[in-house]
Structures are given as structure tokens and as C-alpha cells.
């Protein structure tokens, strides 16, 4: 860590609120879902592919983002996303029918889509490798606060007021965060430390995209990405049209999986911090840690589809989203652990892209097109949890297969050396 401040940490506090605030404007469209569709006249399908459109553009957004932050300092780059989010939730307070719905949410999107990669390449700035499990989970659970502060007030605002005042708020206090940021926001100083034998100075792209790491953590990324979105476009109305839940029953019991992901996330992240301190290899440390929550979480999201509604079930249900989160804090420390510093922004991005962006696009489509041809919503539901519990247990698995981060950054030097070695040979007649 940089001496002696108390500056890395406020930043991680600024950081994390603009996580909470990401994760409330995504998820209010789900907390308004009941109001909108019957307001709207929506299906849940049309209402799926609304929460869908969020992530259309934001695979190109996350790209070009992470090339972009590479360039210039995430400070203003944070600044800009922020003043998009708030931007785009402002139509809400008078749209009527589902392509501006649409409108709103891909230009939510286009902003959200660096969001992650940018606000971790910011925290990494002010922390060194071996000390980031700890802040960098803070920071990502920023989205579960996010949720655990919009449940209950969104919800409260919503049933009150109506729920085009749950999107303006957002906006608000959005735009306060821009402000204050733009005035108190800085960057870190930190780089990864030249001691180690396999540090490179920079590896093709499409190298480091075809690295079976990479790819390991990209598929895990995806499958937890899948039951992010899910949900948080679609828990509120399952507590409410699935479970029988009421309103302010569903408000409250929103919070439980997010709870579970803030304690889940920062107990693994800290073990795991503490490994890699204690010199064990990253593979076990984060690969092994974030594989097997993964797996885990999803056997629970496929066992509480079998019981009646009560305590166990939302306590399986919690569990089940809480602990795969753990891999949006373990799989970014790993990319940035193989990814030479001049083009960790970039990967980092990609990353987020392919993983977010594509799930977002799919997930909760699919899951308001199972739910609109279940034989009833409740099962409807459920075959869209048990689907997402079996990709997660095999996704675990393959991931664990493939994520090497010794043998990566091994392979990386190695082909680094051999081709100084070619570079400094002198040329045969």
C-alpha cells in the first residue's frame, strides 16, 4: 500500500459508492417491475428484454472503456460514467411504452459497461498485489450495499410515491456523487513490484485472450454474471408473484442474498488474501477459492428450488447467490496478477465484457420467457434456478481445470525470453 495515508482508503469508500449507486440504478427497474408491467402493459418476456437491453451495448462500452483507461486517468473516466447513469435514468420519469424503456436502459448500459473494470483499475492503483483480496472485495461489494440500501427505500419510495420517483431519486444522488468525486477524487501511484522473475513487459492480445486462465475466469464470470442479473431484475417479482410474498415482505427479503454476498465475499477475500500473503500459490489462494464457491453456491441455488417457501429455502437462495460472488473479487486480482500493468485496464475490460455484458444480454431474457411459459409463474421460476444452479456447478468445474495463474505468467516470460533471445541473435548468412 502506499505509506502512511488514509487517502487509499477514502478512495475505496468513494469507489464503493460507485458501486452502490451502479447497482441501485440497475436494479430499480427490477424493484419497479410489478408497477411498470401492469402500468406499461408489459409481458414478462417484454419486461425481460427490457432488463436484457441494459447489457446490449455494454460489451462494446466495457471494451473500449479498458483501452480507454489505459490512456487516461480513471478519475474522469469514473466521473463521466457516473453523470451517464444518472442521464439515462431521467427518461423513466415519463416514458409509456417499452422501446423508450429500452432507449433508457441501453444508454444505462453503454454507461455501466466499463463501470467494473474501470473502478478496479482505479483501487488496484493504490494497493499493492499481495494486499488487494481485501479492498478490491470491499469495492465490489458495492454492489451488493447497493441493493441492501435500495431494497428496502426504492421499494418504500415505490409503493409510496410511484415508481417513476424511485428512478428520479437515483438520478439525484447519482449526479451528487459525480460532484463530490470530481472534487475529492485522485489517483493511486502504486505499481506492481519488479521483483519477480516472470514479470513481462507486455504479451499480444490475442495471447493473453486465448490464455486458458483468462478464459477460465471469463467462464466463471459469466455464470455468476448470469445470476447477478437474474437476480436483480427478477428476484422482487419471484418473491411476489412466485413465493406469494407481499410488497414490503418482498422489499425486505430482497437484502438476505446481498447480506449473504457482503459476509461470504469478505470472509473468502480475506482467507484468501491471507494465503497469498502466507505464500500459497494463487491457483489454490484465489483459483481454488473462487471455484469451489462458485460450485457450492450453485448446488444451493438448485436445492432451494425444492422446497416450500420458508426460512431454508431463503436460506439456500441466499447462500446461493452470496458465494459465487466471490469470483468477481478473486478472478479480477487474478487477471491483474498475469496481465502486464500497460494493458491491465484493457483486459480488465474485456473481461467484464465478455463475462457481464453477455450474460446480461441472455439471462434475464430467458428467464421472463420461462417464466411466461411455465405452467405457472411459481414453476416457471424454478426451471430458471435449477438451469442457473447447473451452469454454475459446471462452469466450476471447467473453470477450475483452467485457471493457472504460476503457469500462465510462466508461459508469458517464456516466450518474452525466447524472443529477446531471437531478437539478440545475430543474423545467419
Not at 436460506?315 to 469470483?327: E, K, N, R, V
Not at 411455465?374 to 454454475?392: M, N
Amino acid at each position: 500500500m502506499q505509506p502512511s495515508s488514509w487517502k487509499p482508503w477514502y478512495i475505496v469508500f468513494m469507489l464503493t459508492l460507485f458501486m452502490v449507486l451502479a447497482f441501485a440504478d440497475r436494479a430499480v427497474l427490477g424493484f419497479a417491475a410489478v408497477p411498470l408491467m401492469r402500468d406499461l402493459n408489459l409481458s414478462p418476456s417484454q419486461f425481460g428484454l427490457a432488463a436484457s437491453s441494459t447489457y446490449w451495448l455494454s460489451a462494446i462500452a466495457g471494451i473500449a472503456g479498458g483501452f480507454i483507461i489505459n490512456r487516461y486517468p480513471t478519475k474522469w473516466v469514473l466521473a463521466a460514467l457516473a453523470a451517464i447513469w444518472a442521464v439515462s435514468q431521467l427518461p423513466m420519469l415519463w416514458a409509456t411504452t417499452l422501446e423508450e424503456v429500452v432507449a433508457a436502459r441501453v444508454v444505462l448500459g453503454i454507461g455501466e459497461g466499463p463501470a467494473f473494470a474501470v473502478v478496479l483499475h482505479a483501487c488496484f492503483k493504490w494497493f499493492e498485489d499481495k494486499d488487494r483480496a481485501v479492498p478490491t472485495s470491499i469495492v465490489s461489494e458495492g454492489a451488493a450495499f447497493g441493493i441492501i440500501f435500495a431494497s428496502p427505500v426504492v421499494t418504500y419510495i415505490i409503493v409510496g410515491y410511484g415508481w417513476r420517483t424511485g428512478f428520479g431519486v437515483l438520478a439525484v444522488l447519482t449526479l451528487l456523487w459525480t460532484v463530490v468525486w470530481m472534487i475529492t477524487g485522485a489517483e493511486g501511484k502504486v505499481n506492481p513490484a519488479a521483483s519477480r522473475s516472470d514479470d513481462v513487459a507486455r504479451v499480444p492480445y490475442l495471447r493473453l485472450l486465448l490464455d486458458r486462465t483468462f478464459i477460465g475466469n471469463t467462464l466463471a464470470g459469466f455464470s455468476v454474471a448470469c445470476g447477478i442479473t437474474i437476480f436483480m431484475s427478477w428476484l422482487p417479482p419471484y418473491l411476489l408473484k412466485g413465493l406469494s410474498y407481499s410488497a414490503t415482505q418482498a422489499g425486505w427479503l430482497t437484502t438476505l442474498p446481498w447480506i449473504a454476498s457482503i459476509v461470504l465475499v469478505l470472509l473468502g477475500s480475506y482467507l484468501s488474501q491471507k494465503l497469498m500473503q502466507r505464500g500459497v500459490s494463487s491457483r489454490f489462494a484465489r483459483g481454488l477459492a473462487l471455484c469451489g464457491a462458485l460450485g457450492i453456491g450453485g448446488l444451493c441455488t438448485l436445492s432451494m428450488t425444492y422446497l416450500q417457501p420458508g426460512a431454508l429455502q431463503l436460506l439456500l437462495l441466499s447462500i446461493g447467490f452470496g458465494l459465487p460472488t466471490l469470483a468477481w473479487t478473486l478472478s479480477p486480482a487474478i487477471i491483474g496478477e498475469v496481465t502486464p500493468l500497460a494493458q491491465r485496464g484493457a483486459m480488465l475490460g474485456l473481461y467484464v465484457a465478455l463475462a457481464n455484458a453477455f450474460a446480461g444480454s441472455l439471462a434475464p431474457y430467458f428467464m421472463g420467457v420461462l417464466v411466461e411459459r411455465g405452467a405457472t409463474q411459481a414453476q416457471g421460476y424454478a426451471t430458471g434456478f435449477v438451469i442457473l444452479g447447473c451452469i454454475q456447478i459446471v462452469f466450476a468445474i471447467v473453470a477450475w481445470l483452467l485457471i493457472s495463474p504460476e503457469a500462465t505468467r510462466a508461459k508469458f516470460a517464456a516466450a518474452e525470453k525466447s524472443s529477446a533471445d531471437i531478437a539478440a541473435s545475430p543474423i545467419q548468412a
